[in-house]
C-alpha cells in the first residue's frame, strides 16, 4: 500500500531531534456573566422600526472591464439550473471585497484557532491544549490568516473589519465604553441617528480564558448596498488580549436563528431573507490566496458569479437548517503517481466561514493521518506533520459531497512549523468534534460555495483562481 510506501521512505530522509515537553500552569476559563459589565441607558418602549432597502451609489471598487463577471438570473436560480444574468450593481445583489491579514495577534496560532473553533461549537477542548495556547505566543510564528469585509453601522454608517461567520449567529463591535479596546475602531451612538438602547446584558466566553462582553443595541447595518434599520448589535465593554490584539472589529454573523450568544434575536441573515431584501435569498463565498493588496475574495449577496468556479455546481440539501450543515459521503487521498486511497470518513458536516481548520472527531482525524506519512498525535499540540507533508504525499485531499469530489491541496493542509520541533508543522486537520465534522478556510479556499437560506442548501464547486 502507498501508505507504507512513503512512510518508509520518509522514516529514512527524517530525524526528529526534539522531544515535546509538557508546558506547565492550569487551564483556565472565563464566565462572562461574572464580569463588570458597564450597564447600558434602557430605552422604555422600544419602537420596531420598519426594514427599508437602500441602494447605496458607486462602483465596486475591485471590478474592472478585463474582469467581466456573470451571474445567474432569478428564473434559473430557483430551477437550480444555470443561467445568466448581468449587473452588480443590481436591486437586491451586492458584492463585498474580503480582505486577509496576516496577525500577530493571539488568535491566529492553529493552537489558539482550534482551542476557538471547538469552544465555539460547545465541544471539549484538552486542558494540556490550553496550556500551550498560553505558552505558545503566536508573535514567534506570524502565521495565521484573517479574513473580514467592511460593514457600516449606524446613520451615517461607521465603517468596522468584520469577521463574515457562517458558523455564528451574532453581529458585535468594540463599544465607546471599552477602555481596553484601544485598537479597535469603537462604535460611537452619539454619532448615529438611528441607534436606540436595549440595554440586556451580552458577551461570549471560551476555554482558553478569552472573552468579550458588553451589552445589546439596535442600529442600522450598511452591508454593501443593503441597508438593514434596527438590527440587534452587542457592543463589547470588555474583552480579553486575545481580542484586544485581534485585527478585525468584531463579528458578523451568517448563521439561521438559533445560533447566537444573544438569546432571542432574528440574525441578520434572517432578518434580511424574511424582508425579501434580497434577489434571491443566498449569498456565495470566494476566498483565496491574498494578492499584493491584501485581496482575498468577495462575499456576494443575492446572486451566483459563474466567473469564480469551474464546471457545474453541485447542490446539497442541509442535513440541519439550524446551521449550514450538510452530508459529507466520503473523503480521500488522490496522490500523484499513486492513485487513490479512501478513508472511513463521512458524517454531518458544517461549513463554516469563521474557522480556519478542518475538524474532525478523534477516529477520524486518525484515520485521516494514517495517509500523512510520521503525523502524530500529540497530547500538548494536537496533530503535527512533517513540514515538507506535500513533497512525500503529493497531491490533493478530496471530499466526497452530493457524489462529486471536491479537493483540498495537501500543501495547503501543512500550517506553521512547531516550535522546538525541527522539520515539523501544525496540522490543518484536527480532532476534537463530536457528532459533525466542520470544514473552514482551508476548504473555502478551493472551493466556490453558495448558501441558499430559501431553498435549505449549499452549492459547491471547485474555484478558478
Given at each position: 500500500m502507498w501508505r507504507n510506501l512513503t512512510i518508509a521512505a520518509l522514516a529514512f530522509d527524517m530525524l526528529l531531534a526534539a522531544a515535546l515537553v509538557a508546558p506547565q500552569g492550569p487551564p483556565h476559563g472565563t464566565n462572562f456573566q461574572d464580569l463588570d459589565v458597564l450597564n447600558a441607558p434602557l430605552l422604555d418602549g422600544l419602537p420596531i422600526a420598519g426594514l427599508e432597502l437602500a441602494a447605496l451609489g458607486g462602483d465596486d471598487p475591485k471590478s474592472s472591464s478585463q474582469d467581466?463577471?456573470?451571474?445567474?438570473?432569478?428564473?434559473?436560480?430557483?430551477?437550480?439550473?444555470?443561467?445568466?444574468?448581468?449587473?452588480?450593481?443590481?436591486?437586491?445583489?451586492?458584492k463585498i471585497p474580503v480582505t486577509a491579514h496576516k496577525s500577530t495577534g493571539g488568535r491566529v496560532s492553529t493552537m489558539a484557532t482550534r482551542v476557538r473553533t471547538l469552544q465555539k461549537h460547545m465541544l471539549d477542548v484538552p486542558g494540556k491544549w490550553l496550556q500551550a495556547v498560553e505558552k505558545l505566543p503566536v508573535k514567534e510564528y506570524g502565521f495565521g490568516i484573517e479574513y473580514y469585509g467592511e460593514v457600516g453601522v449606524g446613520t451615517p454608517p461607521q465603517i468596522f473589519k468584520?469577521?463574515?461567520?457562517?458558523?455564528?449567529?451574532?453581529?458585535?463591535?468594540?463599544?465607546?465604553?471599552?477602555?481596553?479596546?484601544?485598537?479597535?475602531?469603537?462604535?460611537?451612538?452619539?454619532?448615529?441617528?438611528t441607534y436606540k438602547?436595549?440595554?440586556?446584558?451580552?458577551?461570549?466566553?471560551?476555554?482558553?480564558?478569552?472573552?468579550?462582553?458588553?451589552?445589546?443595541?439596535?442600529?442600522?447595518?450598511k452591508i454593501g448596498n443593503l441597508t438593514v434599520p434596527n438590527q440587534v448589535i452587542g457592543l463589547a465593554t470588555n474583552e480579553s488580549h486575545a481580542y484586544q490584539v485581534d485585527t478585525v472589529d468584531g463579528l458578523l454573523g451568517l448563521s439561521y436563528s438559533g445560533v447566537s450568544f444573544i438569546p432571542g434575536v432574528t440574525t441578520f441573515l434572517d432578518n434580511i431573507v424574511e424582508n425579501s431584501y434580497?434577489?434571491?435569498?443566498?449569498?456565495?463565498?470566494?476566498i483565496k490566496e491574498k494578492d499584493e493588496n491584501d485581496y482575498a475574495g468577495e462575499y456576494l449577496f443575492g446572486?451566483?458569479?459563474?466567473?469564480?468556479?469551474?464546471?457545474?455546481?453541485?447542490?446539497?440539501?442541509?442535513?440541519?437548517?439550524?446551521?449550514?450543515?450538510?452530508m459529507l459521503d466520503g473523503v480521500s487521498f488522490n496522490v500523484?503517481?499513486?492513485?487513490?486511497?479512501?478513508?472511513?470518513?463521512?458524517?454531518?458536516?458544517?461549513?463554516?466561514?469563521?474557522?480556519?481548520?478542518?475538524?474532525?472527531n478523534d477516529e477520524q482525524a486518525t484515520e485521516f493521518h494514517r495517509g500523512i506519512p510520521m503525523a502524530e498525535n500529540s497530547d500538548i499540540y494536537g496533530w503535527i506533520m512533517p513540514c515538507n507533508a506535500d513533497q512525500v504525499v503529493p497531491g490533493n485531499l478530496s471530499f466526497t459531497i452530493g457524489g462529486n469530489d471536491f479537493s483540498v491541496p495537501i500543501k495547503n493542509l501543512v500550517r506553521e512549523p512547531v516550535k522546538g520541533l525541527d522539520g515539523w508543522c501544525f496540522s490543518a486537520v484536527t480532532s476534537g468534534a463530536s457528532n459533525f465534522i466542520i470544514l473552514g478556510d482551508v476548504f473555502l479556499r478551493s472551493n466556490y460555495v453558495v448558501f441558499d437560506r430559501g431553498q435549505a442548501r449549499v452549492g459547491i464547486a471547485p474555484s478558478k483562481h
Open positions: 467581466a463577471e456573470k451571474s445567474m438570473s432569478a428564473a434559473d436560480l430557483k430551477d437550480g439550473a444555470e443561467g445568466t444574468a448581468s449587473g452588480w450593481q443590481e436591486n437586491g445583489t451586492f468584520l469577521d463574515l461567520d457562517t458558523g455564528s449567529g451574532d453581529v458585535w463591535l468594540a463599544g465607546q465604553q471599552c477602555q481596553v479596546c484601544s485598537r479597535h475602531k469603537k462604535f460611537n451612538p452619539s454619532k448615529s441617528s438602547a436595549e440595554g440586556r446584558k451580552w458577551g461570549i466566553s471560551y476555554g482558553d480564558g478569552s472573552f468579550a462582553a458588553g451589552y445589546t443595541i439596535r442600529d442600522t447595518v434580497l434577489k434571491e435569498p443566498i449569498f456565495s463565498v470566494y446572486d451566483i458569479d459563474r466567473s469564480r468556479f469551474s464546471g457545474e455546481l453541485t447542490w446539497v440539501p442541509l442535513h440541519q437548517p439550524k446551521f449550514w450543515e450538510i500523484d503517481g499513486i492513485g487513490k486511497e479512501v478513508m472511513d470518513i463521512r458524517g454531518p458536516a458544517i461549513i463554516d466561514t469563521g474557522t480556519t481548520l478542518i475538524v474532525m
